[in-house]
Structure formats: C-alpha cells, structure tokens
C-alpha cells in the first residue's frame, strides 16, 4: 500500500470534484478514509484506493446528473414535480419572467444542489397532494433543504403574512420581533399595517388606542385633517371648564367628528 506520509500526501489535493480535506478514520486494514468536498457543496468520504483509482470523483452529484439527462430522455419532464423544479429555477434567474422581480430580483436563488432535479427530487419528494407546491420557510431564504416544505396556498398566505419584515425607525424586523421590543402583539402590529397604519404607527400607539388623525396633511380628503393643535388644545380647555360641546364646536368652528377626535384619539398632546 502506498501511504506515503500516512495517507496525507494527498491532502489538499483535487480529483474530479473532489478535494482531499482531511483523514476521516482508517479502514480496518488501516487505509485512510478521507474527508472531501466536492465542487457542488457536498460531502464525500471514500476510501484511499477508490481516490486513486479514479472510481470517486464527486459526491454523487455527476451520478444525478447523468441519470437526470437520461430520466429528461425518458420523459420524466412532464410531471408536476419537474415542473415544480423547473420554475422555481426560471423564477430565480430568468429576469425575463414577470415574477423574477419577486425572485431572483430580490436575491433569492436555488442552491447549487438543487440546481439538478435529482437532487432535489431526492430532498424534496413528491408533493403530498396536488393543493401543494414548494413555500420557503423564511420567505426571504433560498430555496434549499431546510428552508423549504410542501404546504397549500393557506398556508403560504399565512407564512407569507408572519415572516413578512416590518421596516420602521430604519429597521426591518418581522412582526413578532417587534412585539417583543413594543408590547404590542405581533397579530395587532399586522392587523393595523393591513388596514392602513404606517408601520411607525403601528408600533408605537399603545393597544386599545386610536390612530391619530392625519392633520394638515395637503391634498387629505379627510375633515379631521384641516383641525390644528392649537384647536385641539382649545377643545380641551373648553371641555375641562366645562363648555358644553356644541358650544365648543361653534366656537371654534369645527365638526363634531374634529371635537371628538381632538379630545379622544390626539393622545400624544
Ligand atoms: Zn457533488
């Protein structure tokens, strides 16, 4: 046998794929076993002689890929789960489709294993059902094993809704991370983003609050927003000697909506 140096002569070294890490243990009629990483991101440990011999070049991703070009010969194309595969991939690197901008455009790619359909397939499976189709776990994760599963559009929209980064005061965080820094839950910082809130907004009125009024905003529709500070302030004064509301209003010339607004929803005054 020839272990020259213990087996070490060939570490660091290159065949096919593969490049000699390390020792990984010894066979027990003392041969090493080696540590490889191959081109593709994976592992392999074959022993001494099958190094040499050049019957081990590589993870066994060169195996998939020629069972995968001959499987496409076959008409293994046509199925759901190759057209799964298949999309994923145009999604995250064909800027020419539509949803690329949702994908690849935002960074998101397929692993270099999965970028051949055996490998994928083998992680992956088959969908459990035909309502399924491929979801990142974390939606702005690649699509790789263990960051993706097989689940319905419910609840695609459901994760989609809880992973989604809320950015304010120039961070991002998700809904979650943000109630544990605000008090306010996760489920009630979303509910406000969706009907409308700015997300500062969201994060910082306290629960059971109102949102304040957009006031003076130029062009708002809306008859809070024409009410000022100054009214609001005057508002409160009158309500607190006790003027009669009405009286109030005409006072100052604002709705009853305005007063009402003023003396319950302007909180931060
Ligand atoms: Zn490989």
Same mark, same amino acid.
């Given at each position: ?5 213990? =087996?070490? *002569? ?38 001494? !002689? ?27 194309? *046509? ?46 499976? !088959? ?14 994760? *690649? ?52 009907? =409308? ?10 629960? =059971? ?8 905003? !130029? ?51």
């Amino acid at each position: 046998m020839n272990h020259v140096n213990g =087996g070490l *002569d060939i570490i660091g070294k290159k065949f096919g794929r593969l490049t000699v890490d390390s020792i990984f243990r010894k066979n027990t009629q003392g041969a090493p076993v080696y540590l490889c990483f191959c081109d593709c991101g994976g592992i392999a440990r074959p022993g001494r !002689q099958s190094i040499l011999a050049g019957s081990s070049r590589s993870c066994g991703c060169i195996r998939a890929e020629m069972l995968s070009k001959r499987r496409r010969r076959h008409g293994l194309s *046509d199925t759901r789960i190759h057209r799964i595969w298949k999309n994923m991939l145009t999604r995250c690197s064909n800027p020419k489709v539509e949803c690329f901008k949702n994908y690849g455009g935002r960074g998101i790619s397929v692993c270099e294993r999965w970028r051949v359909f055996e490998n994928f397939f083998a992680d992956m499976g !088959q969908p459990p059902s035909p309502k399924h189709s491929i979801d990142r776990i974390d939606v702005n994760g *690649d699509y790789r094993p263990g960051n993706c599963r097989w689940a319905t559009s419910k609840e695609q929209a459901q994760n989609k809704t809880t992973s989604r980064s809320v950015k304010a005061f120039g961070k991002a965080m998700t809904a979650t991370e943000w109630s544990s820094r605000t008090s306010i839950s996760s489920a009630r910082i979303r509910a406000r983003i969706a009907r =409308g809130w700015s997300e500062e907004e969201a994060l910082t009125i306290p629960m =059971g609050s109102f949102r304040k009024p957009r006031v003076g905003l !130029q062009g708002s529709k809306s008859p809070l927003s024409k009410i000022t500070e100054a009214q609001v302030l005057q508002a409160r004064k009158e309500r607190s000697e006790g003027v009669h509301y009405l009286e109030t209003i005409k006072n100052l010339g604002i709705t009853r909506g305005q007063y009402w607004s003023a003396i319950l929803c302007w909180k931060h005054l």
